[in-house]
């Protein structure tokens, strides 16, 4: 637990660091720092796939600008305000979580809670109805049961 | 309430199906760029001739920025005559078309320039960084600069000769 806690601060100090670190180098910025970016932002010339994922040369323009910017010392929320500013929120993989897409986040745990209410009322529905109780056998029905399970070889 | 259940479900998937048969109307090209209004970013690329061509120089004019690759087939082949046409007709006019080669090799970039005898100037954009600066996320794309360098207006696909004059004709009549 306090290896823990040690190791959370000395990544705080060393991310601290690192914001403040300013201009770097193109090639000192790695894959993973880019993919970050890259992975939340649509290729334009694709269907489904994010800048991260795509082959397309479009795409690699768009890595090598988000490498470059972060070089320049842009932090990556900077980077992706960048290309929202160009393309609209359109270039967002994930809707943002305001105004009209901000349903698309609401709906479906909505539409799970509305669903596991409905079946919690008709599961309660069910248990508390009564089991059915067995008609009773009279004494004709009992004898022929008797004499048809004898007749069996 | 009891008898209006079996209902219920069936009529929660009405504005599911209604949203689903609206999205399909729309053209998923058809993106609102969020740059019109906006001061055009200002760029200097190189032309094919190797002489710088920057954008900045052009202000004050009507600017007609065309984004266009050799291998955009058959839009950039169906606009390219169209641009030269209109460009021929407004020159004089204060008014300038800029062409931006993008994705392309000198080459092909080359032979399409000589095919279609443009003579507007065009520059290739080494890189993407002035494409990607002004949104585009296909060919051929077409905007509409002002006099004051603010984009005024945005043309996916093709340019037709109507559309390059109304457009214009607009920006002429406003004052510089």
Not at chain 1, 96 to 101: A, E, S, V
Not at chain 2, 60 to 65: C, S
Not at chain 2, 83 to 109: H, M, N, P
Request: aromatic share 8%.
């Amino acid at each position: 637990m306090a290896q823990a806690a040690v190791a959370l601060v000395f990544w705080l100090v060393a991310s601290v660091a690192a914001a403040a670190e300013g201009p770097r180098d193109v090639g000192q910025v790695s894959d993973a720092d880019v993919n970050v970016v890259a992975s939340q932002l649509r290729c334009v010339v694709c269907q489904s796939l994010s800048v991260a994922d795509s082959p397309s040369e479009m795409a690699a323009q768009m890595r090598q600008l988000v490498r470059e910017r972060l070089a320049a010392g842009e932090t990556p929320d900077q980077v992706v305000r960048y290309f929202v500013e160009k393309y609209g929120d359109w270039i967002l993989l994930a809707p943002p979580r305001r105004g009209f897409t901000l349903l698309v986040w609401l709906l479906p745990p909505v539409a799970v809670l509305l669903g596991l209410a409905v079946a919690v009322r008709r599961v309660r529905a069910w248990t508390r109805r009564p089991a059915p109780i067995a008609e009773p056998v009279d004494a004709a029905m009992r004898e022929r049961i008797r004499t048809e399970l004898e007749a069996e070889p | 309430v009891k008898g209006a259940w079996p209902w219920l479900v069936p009529l929660s998937a009405v504005p599911v199906l209604a949203l689903l048969a609206y999205g399909f109307h729309l053209n998923p090209r058809d993106v609102a760029s969020p740059l019109i209004g906006r001061p055009a970013a200002v760029f200097t690329l190189n032309t094919f001739d190797g002489q710088p061509l920057s954008l900045a120089d052009q202000r004050g004019k009507v600017i007609v920025l065309n984004f266009w690759a050799s291998w955009c087939q058959p839009a950039c082949y169906d606009e390219a005559p169209v641009l030269e046409r209109s460009w021929r007709a407004y020159r004089d006019r204060d008014v300038v078309v800029v062409g931006v080669d993008i994705q392309d090799t000198v080459e092909a970039g080359r032979k399409f320039i000589a095919d279609f005898s443009l003579s507007f100037p065009n520059a290739r954009d080494v890189g993407g960084k002035t494409s990607i600066d002004y949104g585009v996320y296909g060919v051929p794309e077409t905007f509409f600069i002002d006099r004051k360098g603010v984009i005024r207006a945005k043309h996916v696909g093709a340019l037709t000769e109507e559309a390059f004059r109304i457009q214009v004709e607009r920006l002429l009549g406003e004052p510089a």
